[in-house]
């Protein structure tokens, strides 16, 4: 009698996992001719989230399959030190592993200056795109931005990157997919407000237009010369940015989709603001995702009788914690470095240094000493100023470490 049971019991566990491992069936709403966008945004190298994301994205990749397109509006770089220390590469192979199809360029891609190990200045003959270069590289998705071009412009030459204004780009201005036997076209795009944002150095040789005119040609491109039956946009530029509980508006992005003229996008795919927005503007749906890998955003979209339906799903909650083996043996080495350097002390505060960033305090102050000294060190400066957005949180009394 136990040699049965035992039996039965061990068929019950073996029929339960096949069911685990099998893929998701479809739901009642899942249609079909419908493509599947999936979002993130600012991820911000939130890597500690990294199994989470890998759960939800592994499981809607087994839900719609084929149907499936997984696009990024940017910022993927700047916020840990798994991250930073890299300059990038442990963030870039984890949207690898998360076969991601494609990536606004963010202003933060910029961060990390020349590629050279543990410097982010950038010194005379060096590229200040070397770190994003390298990176861009690694990648196996295209890192896009239709409205970084040269400086000064150049018109596009046979074999050079072009976008549909005919400026040279400095990076990939768009691409095509194959989803569910359509073609799908994916714009990308950079807040122009990036050139104020970003140190000259990084952006020797480039500059940004504005956004209306460029992916109002892009889109006239993907119709027209590469007759997509979708049109995509991701960008890293916010719909609505929100400053103490109040919506702030207009803005780029908002204004750009008010203006648009046909022939329009399908969807657009947003960043940069940290809040979400899922709304329809000017008939075209906008999602976007929050912050920090907390959050994927789904749209549905279809062709119903020569018009373009489309759906939100609500926002998914990414568990704080998630299984996945293959990203965290990837990210072990990347850990490990940042769990070294973690534990080095720094120095001791003898007081609490609160967050302050409406009004000079202690911490801004101190930040800002730590910079000039810096730039003394570096060769001079007189005096430095400290952007109280660039202080996330306070310092706490006592022995200061790289994890405080």
């Known amino acids: 009698m136990i040699k049965k049971y035992t039996l039965f019991l061990l068929l019950t566990i073996f029929a339960s996992c096949s069911k685990q491992n099998e893929p998701a069936k479809s739901m009642g709403k899942d249609e079909a001719g419908e493509i599947v966008v999936v979002s993130t945004n600012d991820f911000h190298a939130a890597l500690d989230r990294a199994e989470g994301l890998a759960q939800v994205i592994t499981d809607l990749r087994n839900r719609y399959g084929q149907k499936m397109v997984y696009l990024d509006a940017g910022d993927q770089f700047q916020g840990s030190l798994e991250g930073n220390i890299s300059k990038g590469k442990a963030v870039v192979g984890f949207f690898n592993l998360m076969q991601l199809d494609a990536a606004a360029i963010g202003n933060h891609e910029f961060d990390y200056g020349p590629d050279i190990s543990n410097r982010i200045t950038v010194e005379k003959g060096e590229d200040g795109m070397g770190a994003l270069k390298a990176r861009v590289s690694e990648a196996t998705y295209p890192f896009l931005s239709a409205n970084l071009i040269s400086d000064p412009v150049i018109s596009c030459q046979p074999g050079e990157k072009c976008n549909g204004l005919g400026h040279k780009t400095i990076f990939e201005p768009r691409t095509i997919l194959e989803r569910a036997g359509k073609k799908v076209g994916v714009i990308g795009a950079t807040t122009a407000t990036s050139r104020y944002r970003t140190s000259p150095a990084y952006l020797a040789g480039a500059t940004f237009e504005d956004l209306l005119p460029v992916i109002e040609a892009e889109s006239k491109f993907m119709r027209e010369t590469a007759k997509c039956d979708w049109v ?24 750009m989709l008010q203006k648009m003229q046909p022939p329009f996008v399908d969807a657009v795919i947003a960043g940069d603001a940290h809040n979400s927005a899922i709304e329809v503007v000017h008939g075209i749906p906008v999602l976007q995702s929050g912050y920090g890998g907390k959050h994927v955003g789904v749209l549905h979209l279809k062709h119903s009788a020569g018009k373009t339906e489309h759906r939100f799903d609500p926002l998914i909650s990414v568990p704080d914690v998630g299984v996945s083996f293959k990203v965290t043996e990837f990210l072990q080495l990347y850990r490990n470095k940042a769990l070294q350097r973690k534990r080095e002390a720094l120095t001791v505060a003898t007081a609490p240094l609160p967050l302050e960033q409406n009004k000079e305090s202690a911490c801004g102050n101190l930040v800002a000493m730590a910079v000039l000294d810096a730039a003394k060190q570096k060769g001079g400066a007189n005096f430095a100023l400290i952007n109280a957005g660039a202080m996330r949180t306070g310092l706490p009394e006592g022995t200061l470490t790289y994890s405080h």
């Open 232 to 255: 995509l946009l991701t960008v890293h530029a916010g719909l609505r940015y929100e400053k103490d509980g109040k919506t702030l508006m207009p803005t780029e992005l908002l204004s």
